[in-house]
């Protein structure tokens, strides 16, 4: 039952970009971890900048580095 949770900053996405970046990961992790569709959840969280590190950097990325396949290309 894999979810994938996207924290980005705030982007005016309409519905059908929505729907078409859902699709595109939910085809990924249908492929890679041999998941059903219908067994994926996609939501997205938009985190303003100023709110990246406190709820994003600190509590998620940083506390998890060495479990990350991709790590970020910056620091905080």
């Known amino acids: 039952m894999p979810h994938i949770d996207i924290k980005y900053f705030p982007r005016d996405l309409s519905e059908e970009q929505k729907t078409a ?12 971890l041999n998941s059903k569709d219908d067994s994926v959840s996609v939501a997205l969280s938009q ?3 100023e709110d990246w590190k406190a709820q994003v950097w600190d509590t998620e990325i940083a506390p998890q580095m060495e479990k990350l396949i ?3 290309g910056y620091s905080m």
């Open 70 to 72: 991709k790590k970020p």
């Open 21 to 32: 970046l859902a699709d595109d990961i939910t085809a990924a992790i249908v492929r890679h």
């Open 47 to 49: 985190v303003q900048p």
